[in-house]
């Protein structure tokens, strides 16, 4: 895939996934509206921004990062030819469910939602079985020895504190 059909079918992809899982469908259940904030203090509202603060970027980069060095998109109708593991790939293992996740948890505390709480938590809850039952093994067999020596030295969910060099 050449370098501008992976980031123009990144782009797509950015718009049906993450856009959807993190805007749209929190905009659904929330419609952006204030409740009374977490432990009635208005401080618990800056986590959730730094949360989204966090999230957003790390999508940005990881879905670029699949366009021009993976040549290919996060979508699985078209993976990337190249293994990513620079940026935030250095620290884990999935960021961009990692950044998803914490824009829609961002906003739950924001908002002071804990239905986005809930929302966030089952969201990764599916994130997760995805990984362990079809994208792992499917970058097993794609990437072998690489991929083996990636997964032994970057965690799957919490990311590592320092980066894995190389």
């Not at 950015?14 to 203090?41: C, N, S, Y």
């Not at 190249?82 to 293992?93: A, I, K």
């Not at 990636?150 to 969910?157: D, E, I, N, Q």
Request: proline share 8%.
């Amino acid at each position: 895939m050449s370098k501008i059909a992976a980031v123009l079918g990144s782009a797509l992809f950015f718009l049906v996934a993450p856009a959807m899982l993190a805007g749209v469908i929190p905009w659904w259940i929330t419609h952006w509206e204030f409740r009374p904030p977490f432990l009635a203090a208005e401080a618990t509202r800056l986590a959730g921004v730094a949360f989204i603060i966090a999230g957003v970027p790390g999508v940005l980069d990881s879905f670029a990062r699949f366009a021009l060095q993976g040549l290919g998109t996060p979508a699985p109708i078209a993976p990337p030819r190249n293994l990513v593991v620079s940026g935030l790939y250095r620290y884990v293992r999935n960021p961009i469910y990692v950044a998803v996740v914490a824009v829609i948890l961002g906003q739950g505390v924001l908002f002071a939602d804990w239905r986005l709480l809930v929302y966030g938590a089952l969201l990764w809850l599916f994130f997760h079985i995805v990984v362990i039952t079809s994208e792992e093994p499917t970058l097993r067999e794609s990437f072998g020895a690489e991929y083996e020596s990636y997964c032994a030295h970057v965690p799957r969910w919490l990311p590592r504190l320092t980066p894995r060099a190389g």
